[in-house]
């Protein structure tokens, strides 16, 4: 599924005073990685008023949303969190007052209350105890038609699953935090987990035209 050049062009603009390395990020990203267009033209966060993006990086998914949004002022509040400082600061440069950003650990930062909440591709950096309770304060956040959007690796997506792990390490080594265990899980423990938890999940395939073995679940609280 291929995004609409307009909306990668939109989008991407914003970056131009954030830097060249984060505009030529954010027009690659929004080009090439399929969650973008998934979330937009399945509606995943069609209504929702209060958005928090855990592990943000530098807002990519707030400016995707403001792009197919268009002029009007955006029905939502839209807040993400990094722990990386340069990061939320190419956002805040980005996107300015439309949207909230916040340097901050996931394991440690209040979330507040929302009825969207997105983890894009950052839970195996922490270890499986973390995750759980991450995972146990984003149910509690949540009110009771909410929505989580949860992109993983699949432990058991072979060649893909080991290339994104790659991938996974060489960020790391750029961005001068080294070489880290990363602790994943198939698809079905995911899904086992979340049901503990208390959220029913519906799974997406995020594997078409990319070489990685990614899934994204949409898990709605029980």
């Given at each position: 599924?291929?995004?609409?050049?307009?909306?990668?062009?939109?989008?991407?603009?914003?970056?131009?005073?954030?830097?060249?390395?984060?505009?030529?990020?954010?027009?690659?990203?929004?080009?090439?990685?399929?969650?973008?267009?998934?979330?937009?033209?399945?509606?995943?966060?069609?209504?929702?008023?209060?958005?928090l993006d855990l592990g943000c990086g530098q807002g990519l998914l707030a400016a995707w949303l403001l792009a197919a949004h268009g002029a009007s002022p955006p029905p939502w509040v839209f807040r993400g969190v990094d722990c990386v400082q340069r990061c939320i600061e190419r956002a805040r440069c980005a996107l300015g007052s439309q949207a909230e950003f916040?340097?901050?650990?996931?394991?440690?930062?209040?979330?507040?209350?929302?009825?969207?909440?997105?983890?894009?591709?950052?839970?195996?950096?922490?270890?499986?105890?973390?995750?759980?309770?991450?995972?146990?304060?984003?149910?509690?956040?949540?009110?009771?038609?909410?929505?989580?959007?949860?992109?993983?690796?699949?432990?058991?997506?072979?060649?893909?699953?080991?290339?994104?792990?790659?991938?996974?390490?060489?960020?790391?080594?750029?961005?001068g935090r080294g070489l880290q265990r990363l602790h994943c899980r198939s698809t079905m423990q995911w899904r086992e987990l979340l049901a503990t938890l208390g959220f029913d999940c519906e799974t997406i395939s995020m594997s078409a035209g990319v070489p990685f073995a990614n899934v994204l679940i949409v898990a709605t609280p029980r």
């Open positions: 599924m291929s995004p609409s050049a307009n909306l990668v062009k939109a989008a991407s603009e914003r970056y131009r005073d954030a830097g060249r390395f984060a505009y030529h990020f954010a027009r690659g990203k929004l080009q090439g990685d399929p969650i973008f267009e998934v979330i937009r033209s399945r509606r995943l966060l069609e209504n929702r008023r209060q958005i916040t340097e901050g650990d996931m394991r440690r930062t209040d979330f507040g209350r929302a009825d969207g909440i997105v983890i894009l591709d950052v839970l195996h950096y922490i270890d499986y105890a973390d995750q759980r309770s991450v995972l146990e304060r984003v149910r509690q956040a949540l009110v009771a038609d909410g929505v989580l959007l949860l992109r993983v690796g699949d432990a058991d997506g072979g060649l893909g699953f080991k290339l994104g792990n790659w991938v996974d390490q060489m960020v790391l080594l750029a961005s």
